[in-house]
């Protein structure tokens, strides 16, 4: 497997990949949903929810993480999730950004 080298890229395309990546998962979609949704749930609550099995919510969980989208406080064994309000923000920012980049000039296809 290749490497994605990027270091070759801008901070801004970088950004905006990590975005696109964690929302690139109708899972992860249906769990920021959830979360939009409840404002915030514990974990065993979002598997209740949706027809994925602990251990596939859990990945999907530490991508959007990772991503920075959500947030989780952990209290006791339960770990409680939210929307990360800064971060998103900063997505919204970067793909509203991306897409009004474009104004369509001429028919190329």
């Keep these: 497997m290749g490497t994605t080298k990027t270091e070759e890229f801008t901070i801004k395309d970088n950004k905006l990949s990590k ?3 964690a929302l690139a998962s109708p899972a992860r979609i249906a769990i920021l949903q959830l979360l939009i949704k409840k404002q915030s749930c514990i974990c065993g ?13 859990s990945q999907h969980l530490k991508e959007l993480k990772e991503a920075g989208l959500i947030k989780g406080d952990i209290d006791g064994v339960k770990v409680c999730y ?7 923000e900063n997505a919204k920012m970067y793909l509203i950004s991306f897409f009004e980049s474009y104004t369509a000039k001429n028919k190329c296809c």
């Design 19 to 21: 975005y696109a990546k």
């Design 45 to 57: 609550d979002i598997v209740d929810e949706l027809p994925l099995s602990q251990s596939t919510v």
């Design 82 to 88: 939210c929307i990360d309000e800064k971060e998103w």
